[in-house]
């Protein structure tokens, strides 16, 4: 079964000496201003493909048909150019991401469509129809996949060692971001190599969605609309075993206390846990740390439920969900509430702090960070992780691998 799960395919791939310029951070954690400012100065930019609503006016409907059409445009003329090229044949190919004492090592593979609808490649987010339908859109319009879906598989040792000594020649790509990211890239195209692929992720029986849950299932509706002709039978990933990873947390910060003053807010939170000082950095799940009239406090739940029993109802974002947000501060629903701000982990406390002292928020919450054993025991029990729940750095980079329909 898992020589079903992923295949081989020809990627469309930058020149070498272009993949700095080219490559792009995910379309979906750069605004619109931070797209276009970053490829304000470089022409060749992957955000002009992936975001190509930033060479249009400000305001301009980025679902308008013109919007797609020009980032069609755009990635036929880096093809044309020769900035982008496909490769002859198919391979798999090994992408290594290394930050500070950091390494992980990722298969960069075609999934299949048909193991994702049929539930062996999990998804642990709901997706939002209107995100869900731009990337269908876009998949349409350019007749390709342009970046890749972040997938998790339970670490195989064997499989790992091969991928990591598949890493010892000199990359064929290799640049280091903006962020201080290491993005380096070897072609696994031999069919030695690519048969003791298929042979070592046999073993291999799930899959997770860590990034990507937007562009997997706009993929996986292509593929039913298409009923699977061409590439729509699979959808571009990148797969890293899971010890690799690592997961930061998702902090929240709340536009105001639902009526209530400081004191009252503070002295309902005793009613929901101890609560005593804190500094913005929880240390280990069940505590969460509270800024609020300009001092940090850190919340102890209580009666929290057996993990092993119940993953979901003793995650960390499920308990302040269920118990601070919805009921204290009026938060029904954080998929969709205005008053409810995400803040990624890579930013520490004092952006939170900082928004709440400038009137940006009345109140933030620093989470730690959910555990990959949790995660994977939800998606494994079918159920939907809180909105927002993990925030997986580094991240993956647009541009370097493409796939054609």
Known sequence: MGELLIQPFAAVRPRPELAARICAPPYD?????????MASDNPLCFLRVSRPEIEFPPGTDPYRPEVYARG??????LLRTGALYREQRPAFYVYRLSTGGHTQIGLVAVASCAAYLRGDIRRHELTRPEKE????????????????AYLIYQAQPALDEFLARRTEPPPEVDFVADDGVRHSTWTLGDE????????L????????IADGHHRTAAAA??????????GSSHFLAVLFPHDQLRILPYHRLVRDLNGLTPEAFLERLRSVGELGPGDGRPPRPHLVDVFVAGRWYRLQFRNVPDPAQDPLGSLDVSLLQERVLRPLLGVEDPRT?????FVGGIHGPERLEGAVRRGQAACAFAMHPTRMEALLAIADRGEILPPKSTWFEPKLRDGLFCHLL
């Open 337 to 341: 509430s205005p008053r409810l701000e």
């Open 192 to 199: 030695g190599g690519m048969a003791r692929v298929s042979e």
């Open 201 to 208: 992720f046999a073993a291999v029986r799930r899959l997770y």
């Open 29 to 37: 954690v750069v605004s619109t201003e931070e797209a276009r400012r």
């Open 72 to 77: 069609r445009a755009r990635f036929e003329e």
């Open 133 to 148: 339908e731009d990337r269908v859109r876009h998949i349409e319009a350019l007749q390709a996949q342009t970046g890749p």
């Open 221 to 230: 509706r292509v593929f039913q609309q298409r009923g699977g002709t061409g």
